[in-house]
């Protein structure tokens, strides 16, 4: 061990459009929305995070909270760079640390990301002191999260629905073999919602209320096995301008959210349909594993079995799955050769 290397630290990062999460030393340091509050006049930000979750919707002109992340991809570069140099400023570990350490980091990424937006992400992490980046395609770091020995010669199927795509894949042999990534995920959920309580009952809500039903009522099928109270929504009335409150249920949340759905498992059957029929006939036995946010939506692991006919599991964890099995792979580094340089 060099004297280099007493100086390195070595952190893993899923860089998701809705929450940004670290491992460092093992442990999940940060896990916190993707969101910057940035000073409109002299375009510096103020603050990251859940402090700049706090602040979205209610601003005034003079500060805007932006997602440096779209779709799973850099938007803003800027605004990124500012929230990754951040968040690894408060890693327990090297916060207030004389010298900053140089860093080694893992990130996973997209699978159906462009050269030049795989640059974006190599920039921004090498702007923050990183002496070594690797990148990590997001299904295969689901994969290992959900605790699939990736290397084996056998095919498994994993989704990761998170806040801005949905990543499908099949993975044998420690590589990706047939994927599709499809932009409806998280955020177009939350849209969904939004648009019907406007169309439906003259209702205007903000993007955090949205997300607060999803979290609270959102479901995939209208009928579920459990009983889930009705909550209230407060926003707008559309027609008279005043403020108001409605009872929302479930099944009401199931008709909003049923179109993307459906989309969801067309990409889903499509990505079966382009796998070689001896993974077929492994996943057949494997089933499909579920990750991200969007796995947490209730009934929907139910839809994708009775629409595949297979087995479909949710990842213990399913927000951290992803995190987690970037950390792996950070430990794993020089034996895993699916890391992109």
Avoid: W
Wanted: aromatic share 4%; hydrophobic share 45%.
């Amino acid at each position: 061990m060099g004297l280099l290397d007493m100086f390195t630290q070595e952190i893993a990062i899923d860089l998701g459009t809705a929450n940004t999460l670290i491992i460092h030393n093992n442990k999940i340091v940060i896990d916190q929305p993707s969101i910057v509050a940035i000073e409109r006049q002299s375009g510096k930000p103020i603050a990251v995070g859940e402090q700049a979750k706090h602040m979205q919707g209610k601003t005034h002109e003079d500060i805007k909270t932006i997602r440096p992340l779209k779709d799973g991809v850099i938007a803003d570069f800027h605004a990124s760079e500012h929230m990754i140099k951040e968040f690894i400023k408060q890693i327990p570990g090297i916060k207030g640390k004389l010298f900053q350490p140089a860093l080694r980091i893992v990130i996973c990424i997209p699978s159906g990301i462009t050269e030049v937006e795989k640059r974006a992400v190599r920039d921004s992490a090498q702007k923050v002191n990183a002496k070594e980046v690797r990148l990590i395609y997001e299904p295969m770091a689901a994969a290992i999260g959900v605790g699939i020995d990736v290397q084996k010669p056998e095919g498994n199927m994993v989704i990761d629905i998170g806040g801005g795509t949905t990543e499908i894949a099949v993975v044998a042999l420690g590589g990706i073999v047939c994927d599709k990534s499809v932009k409806i995920a998280g955020d177009v959920f939350t849209s969904d919602i939004a648009y019907y309580l406007r169309t439906h009952h003259n209702l205007y809500i903000g993007e955090r209320t949205a997300e607060r039903v999803k979290i609270e009522v959102g479901s995939a099928v209208e009928e579920l096995d459990v009983d889930i109270e009705d909550i209230p929504v407060q926003g707008r009335d559309l027609i008279t301008g005043k403020p108001k409150e409605i009872m929302v249920n479930y099944k009401e949340i199931a008709k909003a959210l049923d179109k993307s759905i459906i989309r969801i498992e067309d990409a889903v059957m499509e990505t079966l349909s382009l796998t070689p029929p001896e993974l077929a006939a492994d996943i057949y036995k494997t089933g499909i594993y579920l990750a991200g946010g969007g796995a947490l939506l209730r009934g929907l692991a139910d839809r994708i079995h009775r629409k595949t006919g297979l087995p479909v599991f949710v990842a213990e964890d399913p927000l951290r799955a992803v995190v987690r099995g970037t950390g792996i792979a950070l430990k794993n580094m020089d034996k895993f050769n699916f890391l992109i340089k």
